[in-house]
């Protein structure tokens, strides 16, 4: 459907751009154009010095910065005319490089939808802006698509994937002091994290260091690790989840000038083993008294000891 709209409009990969046929569209939306933008978008139009690709991407730019400001459905629908199908190129052969069976025109949709998302994100400082923005918006997305469809792992970016656009960055003596002091703060503040963290892992029981070790650090997958420790899954689920609330709970609490709550979890083989040792049950409460075994209420439980 998008390969025939393409053509239809004349904005097919390899067709010739109908610089009339577009002007007359930007003079069209007077309601979300300024008269000074549609002027300076009639001046790419009518410049012969300007190549095809050119003007495309200078018009595209300003399109999208009116739509950043002003949110116009009609400036949208153009943005998408001029480049659905030079994008459908760019997502096309990044999912051939991934091995991707993906219908491209899925993954083009969600991309548009990014840029319809996301326009406080643009900056129009070049003519060519929206075509580097709308790149790395594709190569974003196609990863995202492949990461939900469960083939991500650790993926690496080719080379070909990366912006050719250099970095412009200031240097001064003033920025390089900046610099060296937000790294020392930074290296700082992530010591200090670190450290709690590992203080309070070592508070957790064997079971919930494990399950953490095998999915943190061995980055085995919730299924290997439950397989691994003879458990459901369900059940790691819900042991990796209190271990993580019960470390991060104590870090809050230290940074809010409190003491610590981390309490390792119970082991359930250990729990079965002390039901065992303990009466039977109509031995009655005084056996029980008689043997130092005070029973705990059930509401008194807290959520760590199940």
Avoid at 141 to 149: A, C, D, E, I, P
Avoid at 231 to 252: D, G, Q, T
């Amino acid at each position: 459907m998008l390969d025939a709209e393409a053509n239809a409009l004349g904005h097919a990969p390899n067709a010739a751009l109908d610089r009339a046929g577009l002007k007359a569209r930007i003079l069209a939306l007077r309601k979300e154009l300024p008269r000074s933008e549609a002027t300076r978008i009639a001046g790419f139009l009518d410049d012969p010095a300007r190549s095809a690709e050119s003007v495309r991407d200078a018009v595209s730019t300003r399109l999208m910065e009116a739509f950043r400001l002003q949110a116009g459905r009609g400036c949208f629908g153009l943005l998408y005319e001029l480049n659905c199908a030079h994008l459908l190129v760019q997502v096309s052969s990044c999912l051939r490089r991934y091995g991707s069976r993906t219908d491209p025109r899925d993954v083009l949709q969600e991309v548009f939808f990014n840029v319809y998302r996301y326009p406080h994100r643009f900056n129009c400082e070049r003519d060519d802006a929206f075509r580097v923005w709308s790149a790395m918006i594709v190569r974003n997305t196609v990863l995202k698509h492949l990461r939900s469809n469960g083939r991500a792992g650790r993926t690496e970016t080719p080379f070909e994937d990366l912006s050719d656009q250099a970095e412009v960055r200031s240097s001064g003596p003033l920025n390089g002091v900046i610099d060296r002091e937000d790294s020392r703060e930074c290296g700082r503040v992530y010591l200090t994290y670190l450290h709690l963290y590992l203080e309070f892992y070592a508070m957790l029981s064997p079971r919930e260091q494990q399950a953490i070790h095998l999915v943190e650090v061995e980055e085995l997958s919730y299924r290997d690790a439950a397989d691994r420790l003879s458990i459901k899954l369900e059940n790691l689920k819900m042991v990796i989840f209190r271990a993580r609330r019960k470390i991060h709970r104590s870090m809050r609490r230290v940074f809010e000038g409190l003491p610590p709550d981390c309490r390792p979890a119970r082991d359930p083989k250990l729990l079965s083993e002390d039901s065992t040792a303990l009466p039977a049950s109509g031995s009655g409460r005084g056996s029980a008294a008689a043997e130092g075994v005070v029973p705990t209420p059930r509401a008194a439980r807290t959520e760590e000891d199940t």
